[in-house]
């Protein structure tokens, strides 16, 4: 399996560069330096079984292409590959004599308000997410199936665990039975014998970690002293809700977390800033033809960052904005999409002049 250092080692790098908020000139003290590049493989291995698309590190910080890959991403105006034909001068590392055909306004077309304006859509979704878990954290101790279990009183219904409480039952005294031609609704019988010689099994099996009630054998002569109705549906969607965020807690970036607790708008600062910044440059594309990655807009962006917006305001721009961009892309003069054919022919342009003089 090749690895970053195998590329730098057999010298089949076409370009390096830093990437990110670096490049995008939004970085602070703490940010991290994340590396982008293309590389090219050796011929014997491009003509054998096992392509290498792409190679990254551990933590996905690193990543560089294969120059076939490389340029399916830009014939699909994929906004990460894109700026790296925008990188600013004191952030290329490396730039091959050949990667200097590869340029930005050659492939810039109106593919650029789905893949940066709908990415940035996508951004605003995450911070919505974010900012339901933050305003609306789930309780550290998980509910059970018993939380989602009602009893019938009269013409109404209360909480299972209230309505043995009241009546001084322990959930162990209990057996439920179906009924029959309805769903979640069983017949609750109690076994109030001195030696609980009905056996009844309880309503679930383990209070912890049981996913269902459980049914008892009960005497035919026996007498529901209720009905008990389960809500399947609330109990599976408070169980997806848990475990997503179970699954939010365990993989956020627990720096960014705080950022976002300590500046109290209670969203994630950095993922709208990339939502504005998507949506600017798309903007920019649409009327300029141009793509900017270096920011002129950093003040305006670092400022989302600490938090001085409302996130409801900065939701309502970004809307407006993704309108803005809409309009500006049905009038641009932008062609619809790349020209594949040119494309292709840089490609193997490029690669035919790598291997020529290449040993392999």
Not at 166 to 171: I, M, V
């Amino acid at each position: 399996m090749l690895t970053i250092p195998d590329l730098r080692q057999r010298g089949l790098i076409l370009f390096e560069a830093i990437s990110g908020s670096r490049a995008y000139g939004t970085h602070l003290p703490h940010s991290d330096t994340d590396l982008k590049g293309v590389f090219i493989l050796p011929e014997a291995e491009f003509y054998g079984l096992t392509y290498v698309p792409q190679v990254a590190n551990e933590t996905n910080d690193e990543v560089f292409y294969e120059l076939r890959r490389f340029v399916e991403l830009l014939v699909k105006n994929n906004p990460t590959v894109l700026e790296l034909l925008g990188t600013p001068e004191d952030c290329v590392v490396y730039r091959h004599p050949l990667f200097g055909a590869f340029r930005a306004e050659d492939f810039l077309s109106k593919l650029c308000r789905q893949s940066f304006a709908e990415y940035a859509v996508a951004q605003i979704r995450k911070a919505r997410g974010l900012n339901k878990k933050i305003n609306h954290p789930e309780p550290p101790q998980r509910k059970s199936v018993l939380d989602f279990c009602y009893v019938t009183v009269g013409a109404g219904a209360q909480p299972v665990t209230t309505w043995l409480e009241r009546r001084g039952y322990a959930a162990s005294q209990c057996g439920l039975a179906n009924v029959n031609h309805l769903n979640d609704l069983y017949a609750l019988f109690v076994d109030e014998t001195p030696d609980q010689r009905h056996g009844y099994r309880g309503l679930v099996r383990d209070p912890e970690t049981s996913q269902e009630v459980q049914l008892s054998a009960v005497p035919k002569a026996e007498v529901p002293v209720a009905y008990l109705s389960f809500n399947r549906n609330g109990y599976s969607t408070y169980c997806r809700a848990y475990r997503e965020y179970q699954e939010w807690e365990q993989k956020r970036n627990p720096e960014r977390y705080q950022n976002t607790v300590q500046h109290g708008k209670n969203y994630d600062a950095k993922n709208m800033l990339h939502v504005f910044r998507l949506l600017r440059m798309a903007e920019e594309i649409a009327t300029s033809g141009q793509l900017h990655v270096r920011r002129p807009d950093r003040e305006f962006l670092l400022s989302i960052r600490r938090g001085e917006f409302e996130y409801d305001y900065l939701v309502a721009e970004a809307e407006a904005l993704v309108e803005r961009v809409a309009a500006a892309f049905a009038t641009s003069a932008l062609p619809q999409a790349p020209d594949i054919a040119t494309a292709e022919q840089l490609l193997a342009q490029t690669r035919r002049a790598w291997y020529a003089p290449h040993t392999q």
